[in-house]
C-alpha cells in the first residue's frame, strides 16, 4: 500500500533539524531529578538550578541509532497478540474518561468499575478491536485501589491485549503485581506481560514531569512495555502553525525517545501523538478537529523518517452525542490516518472531548475500524482476482448472483456491516425507523446477555481477591 504523504522527503528533513536546533539551543525542563542525571551521564546540558536540559544534536542523532523499528502488544490469549507495523493498523480503544452515558437514562454519570467489566466484555466480542485501553476511570474505587479497580475488571474480562496507565510509583507496583498473578509468576509475566503502560512524561510545552518520567524509566529498565504520547495543542501549549506545533511535538517524541534509549538502548516505542488545534474563539480543547488527523499524518510521516511505528489518539470528537458530528468527525480523520500510514489508531467509544464513554459509539466506532481495515486490503491483480474465466463463462447479458464463484466469495469481498442499515425504505419503517445509535445499542446488549468466554477462573480470581483485600467485584453483567 502506497501511504499519503503531506511533506516532501526536504520538508521532511527540515522538520528533523528544527527540532534538534529546539533541543540543542532551547532544552526541555526536567522535573525528575533522576532523568537528569541519566541526560548528564549522556553528555547532555544540565542546568542543575534552572533544571534545564540541552541534548546536543550529535547525541540525539547517535541514540536514535537504536530505535527498534517494531512494538508488539501482548494479551492473556496469544492469539490476540498485535504487532506494529506488521499487523496495522492496530485499533485501540480510547482512554480514561470519567464519565460514562448511562446505558438506561442515556444521561451522563461518572463511570466505575461494573461499566469497565462491562466495556473490557464488549470489546473482547468486537472483532474491530485489537487492545482494550482501559476506557473510563472507576468512580467506586475503595481507598489505595484508584488503578487496581481499573486494571481487575480489564483484565478479567477481555483476553485481549491490556493498556493502561498508572498516576504514581506505587500504584504501578500493584498493578505489576496483578498481572503477575494473572500470568502465573513473575518469570511468567516478564516472558508475556499482559499490561502495554502508557504515560504522558513530556508536557508542552518541553517539559517533563516527574511520576510519569519515573514510571516510564522504570518500565524500561525492567524490560516492560511503555510508551508515551506527545500533546502539543496550538496556540496554548505550541505554536499557532501547524508546522510549528509539528516541530515542537517532533522535539518532544525525540527527547522522551532518546531517554529511554539511554536507559537500556533497542527499547521498544512508539511514536505517538495528539497533536491539536485550539479554538481561540473559546479557548476549546478540539480532538475532534480535521487539524488532529492532519497532524496525526504528518507526525506518521515523521515516525517512517525515524524507522519507529506510528501511532495515536485519533478520531475523537466534540460531539455530546453518538450523532452525524460524532461519526464524520471520527472518519475523516482516521481515514487520513490509515491512508498516511499510522499504525496504531486510539479511537473508540469516547464522546464529549474524551471525558465520556458511550456504548452505541463504540459499536459504531468497530465498524468504522473494520472499515478501516479493509482499505488496507485491497488485493494484488492477478489471473484470479481479475476472474477472467468467470466473466467468459457469465458472458453478455448473464447473471452473476447464481455463479458458483459468487457464493464461494460473497462473504470475503463486502463487509457484511451489522450497524449500517442496507434495506429498502419499507422494510426499515417496517422495523421501527432505527437510527444508527439505536441499532448499536441492540447490538452491545446482545453482546452483554451472553455468557463471557473472557472471564477468570475460580481459582484464579480467588488467588487474585485474596491478595487485593475488598477488591471490587469486576463482573459484567447485562444492561436489557
Known amino acids: 500500500m502506497q501511504f499519503a504523504k503531506l511533506l516532501g522527503t526536504e520538508e521532511v528533513e527540515k522538520i528533523h533539524d528544527g527540532s534538534l536546533e529546539i533541543l540543542e539551543n532551547v532544552g526541555i525542563f526536567v522535573c525528575s531529578e533522576k532523568a537528569r542525571e541519566i541526560f548528564a551521564?549522556?553528555?547532555?546540558?544540565?542546568?542543575?538550578?534552572?533544571?534545564?536540559?540541552?541534548?546536543?544534536?550529535s547525541v540525539v542523532e547517535e541514540y536514535r541509532k537504536a530505535f527498534v523499528p517494531t512494538f508488539t502488544f501482548k494479551?492473556?490469549?496469544?492469539?490476540?497478540?498485535?504487532?506494529?507495523?506488521?499487523?496495522?493498523?492496530?485499533i485501540v480503544t480510547a482512554s480514561s474518561a470519567p464519565n460514562i452515558i448511562d446505558p438506561y437514562i442515556g444521561k451522563?454519570?461518572?463511570?466505575?468499575?461494573?461499566?469497565?467489566?462491562?466495556?473490557?466484555?464488549?470489546v473482547n466480542e468486537l472483532s474491530g478491536y485489537d487492545v482494550f485501553s482501559i476506557s473510563t476511570l472507576a468512580d467506586d474505587a475503595p481507598e489505595g485501589q484508584f488503578s487496581l479497580a481499573r486494571f481487575y475488571p480489564a483484565l478479567k474480562n477481555c483476553t485481549k491485549p491490556i493498556r493502561g496507565n498508572t498516576p504514581n510509583m506505587e500504584d504501578l507496583q500493584k498493578v505489576?503485581?496483578?498481572?503477575?498473578?494473572?500470568?502465573?509468576?513473575?518469570?511468567?509475566?516478564?516472558?508475556?506481560?499482559l499490561i502495554t503502560h502508557h504515560c504522558c512524561p513530556v508536557i508542552s510545552p518541553l517539559t517533563m514531569d516527574v511520576d510519569s518520567t519515573e514510571i516510564m524509566i522504570y518500565l524500561v529498565e525492567n524490560e516492560l512495555p511503555v510508551y508515551g504520547t506527545i500533546v502539543p495543542n496550538a496556540g496554548l501549549t505550541a505554536p499557532m502553525t501547524l508546522i510549528g506545533n509539528l516541530a515542537l511535538g517532533n522535539a518532544e517524541f525525540l527527547a522522551m525517545g532518546v531517554l529511554m534509549q539511554m536507559v537500556h538502548p533497542g527499547?521498544?516505542?512508539?511514536?505517538?501523538?495528539?497533536?491539536?488545534?485550539?479554538?481561540?474563539?473559546?479557548?476549546?480543547?478540539?480532538p475532534g478537529g480535521i487539524e488532529t488527523g492532519l497532524m496525526l499524518m504528518a507526525h506518521s510521516q515523521m515516525a517512517q523518517f525515524y524507522n519507529v511505528p506510528s501511532g495515536g489518539y485519533i478520531g475523537l470528537t466534540n460531539s455530546h452525542l453518538n450523532d452525524a458530528q460524532s461519526g464524520y468527525e471520527t472518519g475523516m480523520n482516521t481515514t487520513g490516518a490509515v491512508m498516511a500510514g499510522t499504525d496504531m489508531l486510539n479511537m473508540g467509544g469516547l464522546l464529549d472531548s474524551l471525558m465520556a464513554f458511550d456504548y452505541g459509539k463504540a459499536v459504531i466506532d468497530n465498524e468504522i475500524a473494520l472499515m478501516?481495515?479493509?482499505?488496507?486490503?485491497?488485493?494484488?491483480?492477478?489471473?484470479?482476482?481479475?476472474?477472467?474465466?468467470?466473466?467468459?463463462?457469465?458472458?453478455?447479458?448473464?447473471?452473476?448472483?447464481?455463479?458458483?464463484?459468487?457464493?464461494k466469495n460473497m462473504r470475503q469481498i463486502g463487509l457484511l456491516t451489522r450497524v449500517a442499515n442496507r434495506d429498502m425504505r419499507s422494510i426499515w419503517e417496517l422495523d421501527g425507523y432505527p437510527d444508527a445509535n439505536k441499532r448499536a445499542m441492540a447490538e452491545t446488549r446482545t453482546i452483554l446477555e451472553n455468557d463471557n468466554p473472557a472471564v477468570f477462573s475460580a481459582d484464579l480470581d480467588a488467588k487474585i481477591r485474596a491478595r487485593f483485600k475488598?477488591?471490587?467485584?469486576?463482573?459484567a453483567h447485562s444492561i436489557r
Open 372 to 407: 478501516l481495515k479493509r482499505m488496507t486490503e485491497f488485493p494484488k491483480v492477478d489471473d484470479d482476482s481479475m476472474a477472467l474465466d468467470i466473466i467468459t463463462e457469465v458472458g453478455p447479458g448473464g447473471s452473476f448472483m447464481e455463479a458458483a464463484h459468487t457464493f
Open 176 to 193: 505489576l503485581e496483578l498481572g503477575r498473578l494473572v500470568a502465573g509468576g513473575e518469570a511468567a509475566y516478564q516472558e508475556r506481560p
Open 267 to 286: 527499547a521498544p516505542l512508539i511514536y505517538a501523538a495528539l497533536s491539536t488545534v485550539a479554538d481561540l474563539r473559546s479557548g476549546s480543547y478540539t
Open 108 to 122: 451522563e454519570r461518572r463511570a466505575t468499575s461494573d461499566d469497565i467489566a462491562n466495556i473490557a466484555f464488549l
Open 470 to 475: 475488598d477488591l471490587v467485584a469486576g463482573d
Open 41 to 57: 551521564a549522556h553528555n547532555c546540558s544540565v542546568d542543575t538550578d534552572k533544571h534545564i536540559v540541552k541534548i546536543p544534536r
Open 75 to 90: 494479551g492473556r490469549d496469544p492469539a490476540n497478540d498485535r504487532t506494529i507495523p506488521d499487523d496495522r493498523p492496530v
